[in-house]
């Protein structure tokens, strides 16, 4: 950590230049002695990336960032506050600690945080971050987070840990993949606290994870704006009833959540016979749709089924406590009459239909509008139709 990005002098300068071309910063000579042309550029990019992913650091002074590549992997406010109230009792360990906003949220709750970092610079930034923002209970350590917890005679009300995949390896789709090992180390863990909060990426399949995990008592999937961005795993020491599974989505500071038992997710579902025009269209949010419980979405908000395969339903309410987009169908065509139009506007969807968006775009010559949809989509009888359609609400 260069304590010389923190003079006024190189705040300002960065400060200014936010909007600044950063390549033709990093190749131009520094203005200042002892900062690299290098680290402004760094320091100006991690910023501006957290302008609205970490409106809190980004609006404080005196903030050090990282490498740009731990803002990209570091969880954002909006979820570090969500993983917040799963936490429970008066002490955590946040064996992954990074760049610290997961820690930051935690302190809010919980009255002792400890943060390990197993990179010495890292385990630096956040701690100097941690003063900036005047945080009084989070001790940092300069450590591995699960070397630590094996050598500490202490336990704690709620372990914390986000695991990383190993360099080496593409794609990850296993836990025993991820570093640290939680799945080799779950024994351990355990040990030490009678609950385990694990945050993974989005890809990793529901039931591979259950077949790794043990105890695992509740499944969040955690969606902003339509896009998954964790699935956080609770872990409760003894718990061996059904795993309840949260889809909570994130939006301009309202929450909705969709929740089911396990056991509950293949329900009955009913189909739609007949679309009208004047009903109502809902497209679930990606977090419904991860979670797998495609039927229950309808049974739930009460809707219709447009097909088996068609992860959309209808009604002739609007119910805008669903979470998702919901449309209002302002015209049913078949590909004959969507030819004769002419002067096609809308935004394209395309749900189990045999051609892909960009395809029917350039076919139809359609143009761009943020407003009016056009939803390519197949219904109960297998018929192709297109829904022209105006949204109603987008989350």
């Not at 050090?64 to 909006?78: A, D, G, K, N």
């Not at 385990?123 to 450590?143: D, G, M, P, R, Y």
Request: net charge positive; hydrophobic share 40%.
């Amino acid at each position: 950590m260069n304590n010389k990005l923190l003079a006024k002098s190189v705040q300002n300068y960065i400060n200014a230049n936010l909007s600044a071309d950063v390549n033709q910063i990093a190749l131009a000579k520094s203005p200042f002695e002892g900062v690299t042309s290098a680290e402004l550029a760094t320091q100006i990019t991690a910023k501006k990336k957290s302008e609205k992913k970490l409106p809190t650091w980004f609006n404080t002074e005196n903030i050090y960032y990282p490498p740009v590549l731990s803002i990209e992997q570091t969880s954002s406010e909006v979820t570090a506050n969500y993983k917040s109230k799963l936490v429970k009792g008066n002490t955590l360990i946040d064996i992954t600690g990074g760049f610290g906003i997961d820690s930051y949220y935690f302190s809010k709750k919980i009255q002792e945080v400890i943060h390990c970092e197993i990179n010495p610079e890292l385990s630096v930034i956040a701690q100097h971050n941690s003063n900036a923002l005047e945080v009084i209970n989070i001790t940092f350590k300069s450590e591995d987070g699960i070397a630590y917890i094996q050598n500490i005679d202490k336990a704690f009300d709620t372990i914390y840990v986000d695991p990383a995949r190993r360099a080496e390896k593409g794609k990850v789709f296993m836990l025993k993949d991820c570093s640290p090992d939680v799945v080799g180390n779950l024994d351990t863990l355990l040990k030490k606290s009678s609950r385990i909060i694990i945050k993974t990426a989005p890809l990793l399949d529901i039931s591979a994870g259950l077949a790794e995990l043990k105890q695992v008592s509740e499944i969040h999937i955690v969606s902003v704006k339509n896009e998954c961005k964790e699935l956080l795993w609770v872990i409760d020491k003894g718990f061996d009833q059904d795993t309840k599974i949260i889809a909570a989505t994130l939006n301009n500071g309202i929450e909705k959540d969709f929740s089911f038992y396990r056991s509950a997710a293949n329900g009955a579902v009913q189909f739609a016979e007949k679309l009208n025009i004047g009903d109502f269209l809902y497209e679930p949010d990606a977090a419904l749709l991860k979670s797998g419980a495609f039927n229950l979405i309808g049974s739930t908000y009460n809707l219709l089924k447009l097909h088996p395969q068609t992860q959309l339903f209808t009604s002739d309410a609007i119910n805008k406590v669903f979470a998702g987009r919901i449309f209002k169908i302002d015209a049913i065509l078949n590909t004959t009459e969507l030819k004769k139009a002419g002067n096609l506007r809308g935004n394209v969807i395309v749900r189990n239909y045999p051609a892909k968006a960009e395809e029917l775009v350039k076919k139809y010559k359609i143009k761009a509008d943020q407003e009016q949809f056009l939803i390519f989509t197949k219904v109960a009888n297998g018929e192709n139709v297109i829904l022209k359609a105006s949204i109603i609400q987008y989350y």
